[in-house]
């Protein structure tokens, strides 16, 4: 901009003068902030062999996204074709011993061009948004926008269509669903040891937790004075390399915007075996509601179960899939009196295409309680990552 | 580490090409290839690693040597047979499961970067001689002064049972 801004001066006060002058005048103008620029930019690191030359910030970008078609026979999410999510992971390391990752997604809002003001066409959405510190293995210390660590798929997957085999994430961790805090905003300590060959990981962590509105974190602060706080623990354990199994724990105190509150205490617990011949993941939550002020205590369940098999034949391309999940919602929940029960088969084919594109096939039937009638429907995905 | 395999294959020059000979016709012998070395910068403070620590470093699942230094790891590109014994043999993956779980890694925030990559043995070793913290793999043969030769399960390249080949 400083370039243009002298530039143009320069040129009308030597109109009429020689191309060739006129020429060599705008190029000298237009390199001089540039070399200023570099002039006052300031030496810090002299330099260094090839080996060590390492710059900061060294930001990285990757990207997911996914085109989606689907087709149901009562209507229950979008339908025809839909475009998934466009999520752009960014890394930068600070220093040898601080990097800050952030995820940023944009979303198609099924209410674009109506309401006043009128509503945009995607919504934008800090999913994540990190600054860790890295002492060592064994401790790992972070502020940010987390994908609250008590949920395996949550912190495998994130918004990358592309890494998990099926189209869909499980309902229980749906993004925007109620039923766990998907996200979470405060500080985490993490980190693992050997364990003689256990590999132990640990996660602590303190935040703001669920906000009035319950499938929102507080972003903008928290919903009242009391901070919710997580631990986590897995394995990976060397002897049966492919295996990894841990739990979790939640406590959080939930203001809804009725201002009525309740504690809620999550446990959860997995086992995934991560080879893909086969590919197994076992997943259960737990969820207590108590309402302040009564004894009334609530406990809601949800589980899945999800297998796949990368096929020998066909170059290792396609890997059917099969999973089964349920919610079960306590009827005198009344904060989660609008959460839906569940339960879901979902039969499907993953092709990948190349390296970094998957196409993805599935259909599903589920039900939502008794009187509910029961729902099936064909699901389509192309999922890549760039 | 005082004496690499090379330098004695240098040192015994009349007797390199039979030693080599020796050396690769027991992995000829069951279609296995030259004997892959992990080497690391001198300053570096292990020794040796079993093939379960080794996977954890490939897999960025340990990030740091004992001393607190950043390991650093590079690798062959692609098609290079010093990938295809890291990641089939000893990370038990396909060059997708392997590129897939980096990918991984990376979004979900474990680690800042993937592997470096390396184009040849000998930008291999030159990185490593000039990176502290850095690790990788090349052929036994490729290996010069300024590395550090790891044990992997006790055994050095060239001894009986070394299981990276």
Not at chain 1, 156 to 165: E, K, M, P, S, Y
Request: charged share 20%; with cysteine; aromatic share 10%.
């Amino acid at each position: 901009m400083t370039a243009h801004r002298r530039a143009g001066p320069g040129l009308s006060r030597r109109r009429g003068s020689t191309p060739g002058l006129a020429i060599g005048t705008v190029l000298l103008l237009l390199t001089l902030p540039l070399r200023a620029v570099a002039q006052g930019t300031p030496q810090h690191d002299p330099p260094q062999p090839p080996g060590e030359q390492r710059e900061y910030p060294s930001l990285r970008l990757v990207g997911f996204a996914d085109v989606d078609f689907s087709g149901t026979s009562h209507r229950e999410g979008p339908r025809g074709f839909s475009l998934g999510q466009l999520a752009l992971h960014l890394t930068s390391e600070l220093s040898p011993r601080v990097t800050f990752f952030g995820e940023i997604s944009f979303t198609a809002r099924t209410d674009a061009g109506t309401g006043d003001p009128t509503a945009a066409g995607f919504n934008t959405e800090v999913e994540r948004l990190i600054l860790r510190f890295d002492q060592s293995d064994r401790l790992k210390v972070s502020f940010g926008r987390y994908h609250t660590p008590i949920n395996f798929w949550n912190t495998a997957f994130h918004h990358g269509q592309w890494l998990q085999t099926t189209i869909a994430r499980p309902e229980m961790i749906q993004f925007g669903g109620r039923f766990l805090p998907v996200h979470f905003i405060g500080g985490l300590v993490e980190g693992s040891v050997p364990a003689g060959g256990w590999n132990l990981n640990y996660k602590g962590g303190v935040g703001n937790g669920r906000a009035s509105v319950i499938s929102r974190a507080g972003d903008a602060g928290d919903s009242n004075g009391n901070r919710a706080w997580l631990l986590n623990g897995f394995s990976k354990p060397d002897r049966v390399f492919g295996l990894e199994f841990g739990g979790s724990y939640y406590d959080d105190l939930v203001t809804l915007s009725s201002g009525s509150e309740f504690r809620e205490r999550i446990v959860a617990g997995y086992a995934a075996w991560l080879k893909e011949d086969p590919e197994l993941i076992f997943e259960y939550a737990g969820v207590r509601h108590r309402e302040q002020g009564t004894d009334v205590v609530n406990w809601n369940h949800g589980y899945y179960i999800q297998a796949a098999y990368r096929l020998p034949q066909f170059k290792r391309l396609l890997k059917p899939y099969y999973r089964f999940e349920h919610i079960d919602i306590a009827d005198g929940d009344a904060m989660f009196a609008t959460v839906p029960e569940l339960d879901m088969h979902t039969v499907g084919l993953r092709y990948d295409a190349s390296l970094f594109a998957a196409i993805k096939g599935e259909y599903r039937t589920w039900t939502r309680g008794e009187l509910v009638p029961r729902n099936h429907g064909g699901f389509f995905q192309v999922a890549f990552t760039f | 580490m005082t004496i690499t395999r090379r330098d004695f294959l240098r040192s015994a020059a009349p007797l390199a090409g039979v030693a080599g000979l020796l050396v690769s016709m027991p992995a000829a012998a069951f279609g296995q290839g030259p004997e892959i070395a992990v080497i690391v910068h001198p300053d570096v403070p292990v020794d040796n690693l079993t093939i379960a620590e080794l996977r954890r470093i490939l897999l960025g699942d340990r990030e740091f040597w004992t001393s607190g230094m950043r390991v650093a790891l590079y690798l062959r590109a692609p098609v290079a047979r010093e990938r295809d014994v890291a990641i089939k043999d000893v990370c038990q993956m396909t060059e997708a499961q392997f590129r897939q779980h980096w990918i991984a890694k990376v979004f979900r925030a474990d680690t800042p970067s993937g592997p470096r990559i390396v184009y040849s043995g000998q930008m291999a070793v030159d990185q490593v001689s000039r990176t502290p913290g850095a690790i990788t793999f090349v052929e036994a043969s490729a290996v010069v002064k300024g590395v550090k030769v790891l044990k992997i399960e006790g055994k050095t390249p060239g001894q009986s049972g070394y299981r990276v080949r």
